[in-house]
Every structure is written in C-alpha cells, then in structure tokens.
C-alpha cells in the first residue's frame, strides 16, 4: 500500500523558495545542484536502478537487506559503498558481494561515489549529525536519497537539506519507516474520518533495559586505528577534539553529535503524530529527565520525558522514555469520541478502537476477554490485508520493504512524492531539536512560525 500526500508540483508549491548551490560544513563538503547534473540519468519506467551505500555501520547493513527484498520485484542492483573507515567499507563490499552476486566499487570519500553516472541512489546510514549534510551533497549532485532519521540535529543544518532538496529534482525518502507501514495508514485514515472526534492528547511511551548504545566491549572500538580512517572528515565542521572510538561509534550517547532519546526515538515519535494528525511542528515544548539508570560514560540520558502542544490543533503530545524497565509500552490517541491504542513501543501495529461512553472499568484492561470484548463491539481491531486482516505484530521490522517500495516507485514515477518526504524530516527535526534543547535548557521552548526559529517567549500574532 501507498499513498502520497502531494503531487511533485504542490509538493514543490509548499514551501519557500531553495538554494540553487550550497556550501556545507564550513567548506569540509561542497556541491551544486547545476555543477553536477550531468551526473543525473533519466530512469525508465522498468529500467534497472543502481544503488549505492553510503555509511557502512550497522545500519547500512539492514539497508542492504532492504534491498534485497526487493531486488527482484523492482529491478534493483547495487554497484558501490563508501565509508571513511577501512573496515568498515569492506565489509560491506564482501556482504554486498555475497547477497547480490557481484563486486561493487569501494569508495573512502563520498564526492568520488557521487561522480559515478551509473549511480541512481543513494542509501545513508551516517551518524546523526552527518545526515543533514550528506543528503544536501547526495542530491546536489543529481542522485536520489534515502536518507537515515533523524534528519538534523540543528535548525540550521535542518534548513540546509530542505532547502538543498527542494532545490532539486531528487526524490528523498526519509527513514521513518512506519509512515508507509499499511496499519498505520489505517489509523491515520481513521483520525482523518472524524471517528475519534476532537483529539486533545497523544501519548507515547516507549522503553527499554539496556544501556542503550552503549557496548563496554565494542569491538569495533577496539578495532579502528585513526590512521584507517579521516577523524576531520567525520567531525564534518564541528569543532575539532582528538580522536576518539567512542564518539566515532557510540556518537548518540554523546551531546555534540546527538540527542540520543530525542534525535532517535523521539524523532520516529513526532513524526508519527504529524503523519496521523497532519499537523507540521510543535509550537511549545519542555522536557525533563536524567542519566539515571546507566551512570556510564553517556552524556545523553536514559530516562526522558517531554510535553509539547500543538496549538491549531489544540492538543497536547506526551512522548517518554526509560532505559531501565520496558514494561507498558504503548501509544494513545485520546479523543472525544474515541481512542485509539497500540499495545507496544515504536512501530507496534497491533492498534485497537475503543469507542468513548463504555463501561470500560481499568480503561487498558479490555484485553481482559479480549475476544468477547471485540465481539461485542467495544473495541475494534485495525488491520489492513498486508497483514491478513488480522491483529497485527507488537514488534515490526524496522528494515520495511513497504517504504524502501514506496520511495523505489517514486522513483520511476517521478510526478509522486515519498510518504517520507523532506517536509517529514524538517518537521520531525525541529521537534526532537526543540525537546533536546528544552531539556538542557531546563525551559520552555516555542516555535517561531514566521522567523523558523525556536525561541524562548510565546510567539504573539
């Protein structure tokens, strides 16, 4: 299932005008979008597309799994990855040889992998403060994106690949996967028909017990040398420290280059209440938590809450997470007339409808005679036929062929626009910068519609 919010020309229409050329981190990556399309081919409605793999950690190899489910059916081939680190890129040639049956070209910088006119697009898994200006370089020069959330952990470089893709032609898919999972296509559907009436609160908790991206004994900390890789690259402008493994691989626990909770989980989480509430970016927004379960070498915390209100719509979204217990996952959609409910953490599609005005004592325990309770019409189970009408899975693959197929036929029909698009990523952007900033702030944040600008007074008019 598919389903795009704008053709290409209103897509284009929604936002101001972008940049024509841009100049990315303080000169360490430069491209233009008129200097490089000579390297941008047409691709035929059934002509095979070549992809390349930017950022070859962990992530890059659930995308090369992605696209193995769907090499066949949407003609895909892969012919290049490129990492700055050594290992790291061979790796991914030999995981790439053995799932696809051929040699790819390996490439240390990414400017080389983008003078490749046999690249069509390109997939990147790059840290999270790196995801903003790699996508301005990758569609600057002519090459369509998939590109990894969260989008930025800045407002400025969250501005710069908006703009930079709007600039272009390129198709961008952001990796917010669940926006082209078919349930919660069904349940924005359902916030869409009225049937919950006024929605004025969103809820989601969604937790863990682990040191989160934190491993003791990370092998590939152990492994890497400097001299195997380009510490100033990676950096990508921000300001020089020495070389360290940890930040290198470990960099979502660290404040300079994510917001960890906020930039990873929250960032899924805003972008869910936009897709379902067609809303784009809160207007306030504070936060609160701590390093509380994990006192380790983490400068991000591991127990975190944060309150945002969406004043046009008039409701309040609460999101939360906890690193030391993972009971009581769940997500609520609260309106007058009804509540949805997803019963699991990010990505759950085993979504129920609960009706308002029911004698429902212990509200969640409905469960409780789960099958009499559905069959007397006091709850409804939402599902779609990808998932044979039944209820569906609490946990769901984060490697989603649904959304690696919606952005692969965007592609080839070149007037639709992804379920992720670029407007998905600076909304998502600004929610998870503006929950980080609230947190280490200790206030109130507001978003300046007008000015783009998050600021620390009400905005009047």
Known sequence: MSENIFTRRNFIGKTTAGLASVAIGAGVLKTSTSSAASYNRIIGANERINIAFLGCGSRSEDHQSMVKTSEKDKNLAVVAVCDIWKLNKEKAAANCKKLFGNDVKQFKYSEDLLKMPEVDAVMV?????QHAKILAEVVGAGKDCYCEKPMAIDVADAKLARNSVLASKQIV?????????????KVRAMIRSGRLGQITKIEQVWNDNEPRWHVPSDPDVAAIREADTDWNRWLLGKPYEPFNPWKYFEFRIFREYSGGITSQWMSHGAGLVHFYTDTAIPDSMVANGGIFGWPDIRQNPDTFQALA????????????????SMFGDYTCIRGKEGTLFAHGGEGSSRWFFIPEHQDLPGGFDFYEGMKETIKSGKAEVITAEEYGMQMGPVNVDDNSKYHLDNWIDCM??????????????F???????????????????????????????PVIG
């Open 125 to 129: 898994g790059t840290g999270d403060f």
């Open 173 to 185: 898919q952001m990796g917010s996967q669940w926006v082209s999972d078919p349930i919660q296509l």
């Open 309 to 324: 209100t969406y004043d046009d719509a008039k409701f309040l979204y609460s999101y939360a997470s906890n690193y030391a």
């Open 412 to 425: 080839r029909n070149r007037d639709l626009v992804p379920n992720g698009h670029i407007h998905t990523g």
């Open 427 to 457: 909304w998502h952007s600004i929610a998870s910068i503006m929950a980080t900033q609230a947190y280490r702030e200790g206030k109130k944040l507001y978003w300046d519609r007008t000015k783009e600008e998050i600021v620390d007074k």
